[in-house]
C-alpha cells in the first residue's frame, strides 16, 4: 500500500489573528538562521529514522505544510525533497504540494521549486477584502494574491489551490460572493473553502469574546456555505468533500489520503501520522522535538494503537466527508463485516431524517446532512 508524507514546516513571518496551528515568527537574523539550520537537520535525521524503519515504501503524495513553508528558501525546500526522493519510491504520478502565502514567494523561487519536482501549489489567499485580510492579520494584500498566481502560472504550476474563509465578522454576503467571483476569475484548479473558526486563546477569538468584534451569526455562515456551492458548482467545480472543490480530475490525492483512512507518516513539530494503525503526534515545541531527534529517538509526544471499532468509526467519520461517501464493498473488504450488520440503526434512522443517501453502493450525506454532519457522524460514535 502507498504511503502519503506530510512535512510541517513550523516558521512563519507573522502569526495569523485566527490561526491555532503549531507556528512561531521566524526570528530575525542569525537568530533565525541557526534556528531554521537546527530544525532542518533534525526533519533531515527523522526521515532517515523512519527510512531505517520503513524501508523503501512507495510514496503517493508529499505536502510541505506549516506554518509557512515558502518563508525558507526554495534550495531548503528542494533538498528535503531531494531526501524524500532518495529515501523512498516516489509513484509514477506522485503529487507533491508546497503550502505559500502570497507576499512570500516570487517567480525565481517558485520555476526552483517546480524544477525540483514541486507540481501543486496551495495559497493562502483568504479574502479579496482587504478589511477582511487586516482583521485576520494576514502580512499580504488583494493585490499579491493575483501577482503571486499569476508567478506560479508563469513558473509552471498547472495545479493551484485557493484557500478561503467565509464566517469572517463583519463579512457581508455581498462581499463573501465578490471574493468568490475574483478567486474563480483566476480559474484555480481547486479550491478548499472553509468557515473561520473561532479557536480558544487565539487573538480573533479573545477580540470576539470581549465583544470588540461581533461574529457572523450561524444563519449568515449557512446561507455563505449555500452560495459556494450553487456558485462554484455552476463554474464546474464539484464539491467532492465537504470543505473541498475542485474541477474534474483535480481532487487533492494527499488529502484523499486522509479522508480514505489510509496511512501517511508525518514528519516534523506537531505533526501527526498514522501507520500501522498506529496514530501518533510529535512533540509540538521545537526544542523538545530537536532534542528527541538529537537522540536518535522518534520525536513523539503520544501515540494510540487504534482497536478495530476505532479504525470503523475513523473510516467512517472521515470518509462521509467525501461527497460519494462510504463504499459498502471497500469497508466489508477492510472489515470483513458489513456495515449494514454494524449500524443498520443509525443508517435507517439518518435515511429517514433525510441526512443520509443510500444508493445500494455507496452511504453519503445529504445536502442537508452535509449541512449537520456533525449531528449525523455523532449518531455513529
Not at 503524495?61 to 528558501?73: H, I, K, M, R
Amino acid at each position: 500500500m502507498g504511503l502519503a508524507i506530510y512535512l510541517h514546516i513550523p516558521f512563519c513571518v507573522k502569526k495569523c489573528r485566527y490561526c491555532a496551528f503549531n507556528s512561531i515568527p521566524l526570528p530575525p537574523g542569525e537568530d533565525g538562521e541557526l534556528l531554521v539550520s537546527r530544525y532542518l537537520r533534525a526533519l533531515k535525521e527523522e526521515i532517515s529514522l523512519y527510512t531505517s524503519l520503513l524501508g523503501r515504501r512507495e510514496i503517493t503524495s508529499v505536502y510541505f505544510g506549516g506554518g509557512t513553508p515558502t518563508v525558507l528558501p526554495p534550495g531548503e525546500l528542494s533538498s528535503l525533497l531531494e531526501l524524500c526522493a532518495m529515501s523512498f519510491t516516489f509513484s509514477g504520478e506522485i503529487e507533491i504540494t508546497v503550502e505559500a502565502n502570497p507576499g512570500t514567494i516570487a517567480e525565481t523561487g517558485l520555476r526552483e521549486l517546480r524544477s525540483a519536482g514541486f507540481n501543486r501549489i496551495s495559497l493562502g489567499a483568504q479574502s479579496f477584502k482587504p478589511g477582511e485580510l487586516e482583521l485576520l492579520g494576514r502580512i499580504h494584500g488583494v493585490g499579491e494574491i493575483y501577482s503571486s498566481f499569476e508567478e506560479a502560472r508563469n513558473a509552471g504550476f498547472e495545479n493551484i489551490n485557493l484557500d478561503l474563509i467565509y464566517g469572517i465578522p463583519g463579512q457581508s454576503l455581498e462581499h463573501w460572493r465578490d471574493t468568490l467571483e475574483r478567486a474563480l476569475s483566476l480559474r484555480p484548479e481547486h479550491l478548499s473553502v472553509y468557515g473561520l473558526t473561532l479557536e480558544e486563546g487565539t487573538p480573533l477569538a479573545e477580540d470576539v469574546a470581549s465583544g470588540r468584534v461581533q461574529p457572523c451569526s450561524e444563519e449568515e455562515q449557512v446561507v455563505m456555505w449555500e452560495v459556494t456551492e450553487e456558485t462554484l458548482s455552476r463554474r464546474g467545480y464539484q464539491r467532492y468533500e465537504i470543505s473541498n472543490y475542485a474541477l474534474p480530475g483535480k481532487e487533492c490525492r494527499h488529502n484523499l489520503t486522509y479522508w480514505y483512512n489510509l496511512p501517511y507518516l508525518g514528519l516534523g513539530a506537531g505533526a501527526h501520522g498514522y501507520l500501522g494503525k498506529t496514530r501518533y503526534a510529535n512533540h509540538e515545541d521545537l526544542g523538545t522535538y530537536i532534542r528527541l531527534i538529537s537522540k536518535g529517538e522518534l520525536p513523539r509526544a503520544w501515540e494510540e494503537r487504534q482497536t478495530p471499532e476505532q479504525e470503523r468509526l475513523d473510516t467512517i467519520i472521515m470518509g462521509m466527508r467525501l461527497r460519494r461517501g462510504l463504499s459498502r464493498k471497500v469497508f466489508q473488504q477492510r472489515f470483513q463485516i458489513s456495515f449494514d450488520q454494524l449500524y443498520g440503526t443509525q443508517l435507517e434512522e439518518m435515511k429517514r431524517q433525510g441526512l443520509i443517501g443510500d444508493d445500494g453502493e455507496n452511504i453519503f450525506l445529504t445536502g442537508r446532512g452535509r449541512l449537520l454532519a456533525n449531528y449525523v457522524l455523532a449518531h455513529f460514535v
